[in-house]
């Protein structure tokens, strides 16, 4: 048989994943893809555990969503990764609007980080603890939370969700961090100072959201940079996008995308696995962000197998 899952393993790779949303739940035909493990050994939920979807009132928690996602991974035994603690965006109102002083806001970030990483103790192979940290050039982004209690909030938020879960792997997750350039080099430079300081930080997530036709050149120079700081690295989000209408043309320079991107985590042993950000183009976010664009994932809206799909079993 084949797969993308038995591509990755055969490369030596843990896990080929997919992100998974709750519409999808009652999709019977979606699911049966999904639950195949020759091709998904990993998921991962697209908003579950989202801050606005776990506490969105203030110490009021609600798991119905991140547990029925968990519950389709421990069912077909797939990996799970948990995504994520400490992010600027859904967050629920009542923290962005809340006004908090620097020891409210860190208490309030920290119980909601270990109580959420404490729920799926021993269930998570690895967690986006912090995402989408960095501006474009490397700086920090001025989120609530680096606003309110400065860029201590990360090791901060790191030592919560170790201290809630031992076993799960904790990473940083962001965007345009596939390539090198200031970006990566922000995170560069935080990996070290996290390491400095002894903070339990173990991987890096590349999210890589790309796009047809421009796709970096430097993806696996980069990871091994990552790599070299003596953390895993992940890529934990990929797709692919274009201009629609799709043609041909788009659909086989998708492939040679997928392949390269595939090839540079092949290429590097710290490269534990590759997630992409749902398998079907019917639940891509993409057409709802990206105005003109979709298309991104190697399944087509008929659940039916796009040149891409081929990329990213050749780039294993
Ligand atoms: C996206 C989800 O896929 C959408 O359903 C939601 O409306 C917005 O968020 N980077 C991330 C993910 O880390 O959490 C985002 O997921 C996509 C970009």
């Known amino acids: 048989s084949t797969g993308l899952a ?7 790779k843990l896990y080929f994943g997919s992100a998974l949303d709750n519409p999808g739940l009652t ?3 979606y699911l049966a893809i999904l639950s195949d493990k020759n091709q998904f050994t990993q998921l991962t939920p697209a908003n579950g555990m989202k801050w606005e979807s776990t506490e969105p009132s203030r110490g009021v928690y609600t798991w119905t969503q991140g547990d ?3 519950a389709v991974a421990k069912k077909n035994g797939q990996l799970l990764r948990g995504h994520t603690c400490a992010w600027h965006s859904q967050l629920p109102s009542w923290v ?6 620097n020891a409210t806001l860190t208490s309030i970030m920290v119980d909601h980080c270990k109580t ?11 967690w986006d603890v912090v995402n989408e940290a960095f501006n474009e050039d490397g700086t920090f982004r001025e ?6 209690i400065g860029p201590s909030y990360i090791s901060k938020v790191l030592h919560a969700a170790r201290e809630a879960d031992h076993h799960a792997k ?7 961090i596939d390539g090198t350039g200031a970006k990566s080099t922000g995170m560069v430079n935080l990996i070290k100072s996290l390491k400095a300081e002894r903070a339990p930080i173990d991987g890096v997530g590349i999210q890589g959201h790309l796009i047809v036709g421009q796709v970096p050149t430097t993806i696996q120079a980069n990871i091994e940079q990552f790599a070299a700081l003596g953390v895993e690295v992940a890529i934990t989000e990929l797709d692919i ?11 086989a320079q998708q492939k040679e995308d997928y392949k390269n991107v595939i090839k540079a985590c092949a290429n590097v042993p710290a490269c534990v696995g590759v997630t992409i950000w749902d398998y079907t183009d019917k639940y891509s976010w993409v057409p709802s962000v990206f105005d003109g664009e979709g298309a991104p994932l190697p399944w087509d809206e008929n659940l039916v197998k796009k040149p891409a799909y081929d990329g990213i079993v050749e780039g294993f």
Do not use: C, W
């Open 6 to 12: 038995l591509s990755a393993k055969a490369a030596g």
């Open 27 to 29: 999709d019977e035909p």
């Open 68 to 70: 029925a996602v968990l």
């Open 96 to 101: 962005t609007a809340g006004n908090f002083d």
């Open 116 to 126: 959420v990483v404490g729920h799926y103790k021993g269930q998570i192979y690895s």
């Open 143 to 148: 989120t609530v939370f680096y606003n309110t």
């Open 170 to 176: 904790l990473y940083i997750n962001d965007y345009n």
């Open 241 to 251: 996008r274009m201009e629609l209408p799709v043609t041909p043309e788009k659909l």
